[in-house]
Antibody
Framework: QVQLVQSGAEVKKPGASVKVSCKAS????????IHWVRQAPGQGLEWMGW????????HYAHKFQDRVTMTRDTSINTAYMELSRLRSDDTAVYYC?????????????WGQGTLVTVSS | DIQMTQSPSSLSASIGDRVTITCRAS??????LNWYQQKPGRAPKLLIF???SLQSGVPSRFSGSGSGTDFTLTISGLQPEDFTTYYC?????????FGGGTKVEIK
């Protein structure tokens, strides 16, 4: 069965960076894009960008363009999202999502989420 | 970026009711509209894709309609497990955006 298993919760200080991993199993990793979505406490969903594990191509939301880096390691079927220069309002649950490229994209399988807390 | 406006932000209903949630796009998005359900502490779950298509395994009481800028999610016969939050999402633009969410509460 398709699974996306994310790394554990993180606590970071303002100005630091965080790198979240997302290990895929149950399907061919390079056949599907991985997107990242975050959700601040009590708030809605916010799309951050994607990586194409096959080509290593990336596309980021305007808001994160200068602070986010998405990478992958095909040898271990894992995608990564690194966010730098963290601020308190980056405190959120970060999700990786497998996306089927149909009609713009179907977010069909989600990781369990990784809570990132930014606090001094 | 395309703005997605959901309404209402919350609603109260009873078990067995039919409820409708609307989502309006700031520009035409054809049928590139998906709906998700999210329960507290859980990842979202895809319900409807391409505005009207039911995702495999989703109960038939969920349905979607619309195209262009105006879309609706209808739940016909609310069940106890349906009292939670719903989001729309546009994938027409390469800059994907979500609606603000609608929380369905028990009356």
């Amino acid at each position: 069965q398709v699974q996306l298993v994310q790394s554990g919760a993180e606590v970071k200080k303002p100005g630091a960076s965080v790198k979240v991993s997302c290990k895929a199993s149950g399907y061919t990793f390079t056949d599907y894009y991985i997107h990242w979505v975050r959700q601040a406490p009590g708030q809605g969903l916010e799309w951050m960008g994607w990586i194409n594990p096959n080509s290593d191509g990336t596309h980021y939301a305007h808001k994160f363009q200068d602070r986010v880096t998405m990478t992958r390691d095909t040898s271990i079927n894992t995608a990564y999202m690194e966010l730098s220069r963290l601020r308190s309002d980056d405190t959120a649950v970060y999700y990786c999502v497998r996306v089927v490229q149909i009609v713009g994209g179907l977010f069909d399988y989600w990781g369990q989420g990784t809570l990132v807390t930014v606090s001094s | 970026d395309i703005q997605m406006t959901q309404s209402p932000s919350s609603l109260s209903a009873s078990i067995g009711d039919r409820v409708t949630i609307t989502c309006r796009a700031s520009q035409s998005i054809s049928n590139y509209l998906n709906w998700y359900q999210q329960k507290p502490g859980r990842a979202p779950k895809l319900l409807i894709f391409a505005a009207t298509s039911l995702q495999s395994g989703v109960p038939s009481r969920f349905s979607g309609s619309g195209s262009g800028t105006d879309f609706t999610l209808t739940i016909s016969g609310l069940q106890p497990e349906d009292f939670t939050t719903y989001y729309c999402q546009q994938t027409y633009s390469t800059f994907i955006t979500f609606g603000g969410g609608t929380k369905v509460e028990i009356k």
